[in-house]
């Protein structure tokens, strides 16, 4: 009887090892923010827990951005790269907002983009 347990035992230690394989990603996401919008195609950034992100800003005037839910901010002017890094800890969806002071109101309210974490 003992043998048949050990039996069993095998491929749920095996499956358990495929778990620990996965590794973190280390991703580059170049954004241009004209006029207040970032295009389209990069208004949702999706990456894994554990990631590690940097997200490269070109700005078109002085901004300062905030990424929501990692209390992350970063001031940027034009003619220069910015950069914002920090490691994907917290899963779920987090806005990033531009603040300037010649942005009107309803800009200022809506995300330039979120950030989407998703579980490894």
């Known amino acids: 009887m003992a043998s048949v347990g050990l039996r069993f035992a095998f491929p749920l230690v095996g499956a358990i090892g495929v778990i620990t394989i996965a590794k973190a990603a280390e991703l580059t996401f170049d954004l241009r923010v004209d006029k207040g919008r970032v295009p389209e195609s990069l208004r949702l950034i999706r990456v894994k827990q554990g990631d590690i992100v940097?997200?490269?800003?070109?700005?078109?005037?002085?901004?300062?951005?905030?990424?929501?839910?990692?209390?992350?901010?970063?001031?940027?002017?034009?003619?220069?790269?910015?950069?914002?890094?920090?490691?994907?800890?917290?899963?779920?969806?987090?806005?990033?907002?531009?603040?300037?002071?010649?942005?009107?109101?309803?800009?200022?309210?809506?995300a330039l983009l979120y950030v989407e974490v998703y579980p490894r």
Do not use: C
Not at 79 to 93: L, P, S
Not at 99 to 106: F, L
């Open 54 to 110: 940097k997200l490269r800003w070109h700005v078109d005037q002085p901004m300062v951005l905030h990424l929501h839910g990692y209390d992350i901010e970063k001031r940027v002017e034009p003619d220069a790269v910015a950069e914002m890094n920090f490691t994907a800890r917290a899963t779920g969806r987090f806005p990033l907002h531009a603040h300037a002071s010649d942005v009107s109101k309803t800009d200022e309210e809506a």
